[in-house]
Nanobody, 120 residues
Framework: QVQLVESGGGLVQPGGSLRLSCAASTRINSIYAMGWYRQAPGKQRELVAEIPTRGTITNYADSVKDRFTLSRDNAKSTVYLQMNSLKPEDTAVYYC?????????????WGQGTQVTVSS
């Protein structure tokens, strides 16, 4: 069973920054892609950003482009989400996601979620 351990959420004022981290308990070779989703109260979970473990093209939601940066450290099976110029509408529970190659195909794994609150 793969575990995703998240850290870095919290309360920040509008315009501030936070950095989220997510470490997977498996070797990078078995991971197809990692990223972050978020879910605000009363809304569906949505993709924030995702990066493949091979290659450099990162997929961002339009609402976070030019403000958020997703990076990876393959040696640590870890991804980092640097969030700058945060807005109140970024408030949500952020979930780490990993798509992992298994004999049955790609399987989604999720972290426990970390709260990000942007408020003055």
């Amino acid at each position: 069973q793969v575990q995703l351990v998240e850290s870095g959420g919290g309360l920040v004022q509008p315009g501030g920054s936070l950095r989220l981290s997510c470490a997977a308990s498996t070797r990078i070779n078995s991971i197809y892609a990692m990223g972050w989703y978020r879910q605000a109260p009363g809304k569906q979970r949505e993709l924030v950003a995702e990066i493949p473990t091979r290659g450099t093209i990162t997929n961002y939601a339009d609402s976070v482009k030019d403000r958020f940066t997703l990076s990876r450290d393959n040696a640590k099976s870890t991804v980092y989400l640097q969030m700058n110029s945060l807005k109140p509408e970024d408030t949500a529970v952020y979930y780490c996601n990993a798509r992992i190659n298994q004999p049955s195909g790609l399987v989604n794994y999720w972290g426990q979620g970390t709260q990000v609150t942007v408020s003055s």
